[in-house]
């Protein structure tokens, strides 16, 4: 069965600090994984794009990496400010699976001063 | 980049009464469109796929005649929630993209039947 579990499930860091986030999925045949950070009450907006052959992509003060070998992607947060206070989503497409996403459950991350 | 516009934002309806959503590409011709559901605290759930032009196809345990789909053009989609209950509130969130894709999300749409 193709799942996308994602780790922590919340997470409370300070402001300027930096954190992690975990992906593991056992999505195949694996067509790209993107990271996708939802405010509360809005859609989610895309962070990063990976195809299985990239092992890096950074959007400011994210950063991607992907394992395709252990299944395994992480979305790094630099610097964190109060308005990365977000829901971060991986979300995993399925070569030839007509487009299908797979959601992780999400991480819960929250800025505080 | 593409963008995906949905309207309104939020709605308050009366337990009964149905109530429309759309789901407009703004820069880009969409012949596929996707409808999800995503309740407090947990991811998103596909609902049905929207197909320009044909009936849409609904996933398994969404009711089609609950969640009425229109896509008849290239740049709409409508999801209409027909006699609303309280149980249908709900955040819905439609997506799309170039060649058929749902990767880009609209902002989504917070329905509350009371």
């Known amino acids: 069965k193709n799942q996308v579990e994602q780790s922590p499930q919340s997470l409370i860091i300070l402001e300027g600090k930096n954190c992690t986030l975990q992906?593991?999925?056992?999505?195949?045949?694996?067509?790209?994984l993107r990271w996708y950070k939802q405010d509360t009450g809005r859609g989610p907006v895309s962070l990063t794009i990976?195809?299985?052959?990239?092992n890096t992509k950074s959007n400011g003060r994210y950063t991607a990496t992907l394992d395709a070998d252990t299944k395994q992607s992480s979305l790094h947060i630099t610097a964190s400010q109060l308005s990365d206070s977000a829901s971060y989503i991986c979300v995993c497409i399925l070569t030839g699976g007509g487009n299908k996403l797979t959601f992780g459950t999400g991480t819960q991350l929250k800025v505080e001063l | 980049g593409a963008v995906v516009s949905q309207h309104p934002s939020w709605v308050i309806c009366k337990s009964g009464t149905s109530v429309k959503i759309e789901c407009r590409s703004l820069d880009f011709q969409a012949t596929t469109m996707f409808w999800y559901r995503q309740f407090p605290k947990q991811s998103l759930m596909l609902m049905a796929t929207s197909n320009e032009g044909s009936k849409a196809t609904y996933e398994q345990g969404v009711e089609k005649d609950k969640f009425l789909i229109n896509h008849a053009s290239l740049t709409l989609s409508t999801l209409t929630v027909t006699s609303a209950h309280p149980e249908d509130s709900s955040f819905y969130i439609c997506?799309?993209?170039?060649?058929?894709?749902?990767?880009?999300f609209g902002s989504g749409t917070r329905l509350t039947v009371v």
């Open positions: 990976m195809t299985f052959s990239e």
């Open positions: 992906c593991n999925y056992t999505v195949s045949p694996f067509s790209n």
């Open positions: 997506s799309a993209g170039p060649r058929g894709a749902g990767y880009t």
